[in-house]
């Protein structure tokens, strides 16, 4: 079969011939994949990926086979599911029932490709800040992939939203109250409930310092390097019982065991119109090497998302 696979050179991804699947495992439906999207973290990985190894985490298509175990939905059902460990950017995939979940008929595979990573880390940074009706939530990173979720799931949740974003076209039709491009932690503006950072380094540093007492920063990437640091009273002395969280959604859905319905939560809002997904990037996997550049020149807002043609 044909999937996308790490390569040598940059940018290191190539469609090639691969052997086919080996048989799955009884808790896993083999899906004939239609699409599939690019998250930021998978990319920078294929340059220490193994050559010729499939590679790729969000896939949406269709149940070529069900489960053995009776698990997970029928043969012929459209599907988005998580495939991990990596390998969905391929003809077929085997996933886990667990990570799976049925499409809404108005749900495309395009839009539905966007939504594991990136929606479920939303989701569950939301609900690891807990509680956010009235209450003030920053999220930084804000016009990447899990920002342009996170944006939408606050704001319906009753959540007074800013967005910190350099690139800021858009943000406020999703539902950010204010958008700005810091937050500055000596400035006046309020403090936060909850803070959600994708960016790390200085910005979640400056993040920390903006915390109200009892709040939450929950820590889910870093797309920068640089060391986080700031002034320890800015946390126990300014904002007593406030706390910084990690977020690793794999572990998390190891532990919690609910991502198929999750997927279908997130799935069932695009739906009804509570979720825009609208990808930034839609192209064939054929141009998969001028996709994943542009991904990582930042030149994305939001998803991008490959058909499979």
Known sequence: ?????????????????VPDLAPP???????????????????????????GRPHGWDVAGVVARAAADG???????????????????????????????????????????????AG??????????????????????ASGGVGRFAIQLAHDGGAHVTAVA??????????????VDRLDPEGDGPLYDAILDGVGGPVLGDAIQRLAPGGV???YASTIPEPVRYPTRSLFGRAPRASVRGLFLFDELAHTRTGAADLRRLAE?????????????LASWREAPRAVQALLDGEVRGKAVLTVD
Do not use: C
């Open 217 to 219: 920063a929950v820590s």
């Open 269 to 281: 809002r695009i739906a009804i119109g509570r979720l825009d997904v609208t990808p930034d990037l």
């Open 120 to 141: 479920l880390t939303a989701l569950r940074a939301l609900e690891v800040a807990g509680y956010v009706l009235g209450k003030h939530v920053a999220i930084t990173g």
């Open 25 to 51: 495992l009884p808790d896993e439906a083999l899906v004939d994949v239609r699409a599939f999207s690019l998250n930021r973290g998978e990319v920078r990985a294929l340059a220490e990926a193994e050559p």
């Open 166 to 179: 350099r690139r800021q076209e858009g943000l406020e039709e999703l539902g950010a109250h204010a958008v």
């Open 71 to 117: 698990s997970g939905p029928p043969e012929g059902t459209r599907v988005v599911g998580l495939k991990h460990p990596p390998g969905g950017w391929a003809q077929r995939a085997a996933i886990r029932t667990e990570l799976l979940a049925p499409l809404p008929d108005a749900v495309s595979f395009e839009q539905a490709a966007t939504l594991p990573v």
């Open 1 to 17: 079969m044909l999937a996308l696979v790490a390569a040598a050179h940059a940018p290191h991804v190539e469609l090639a011939e």
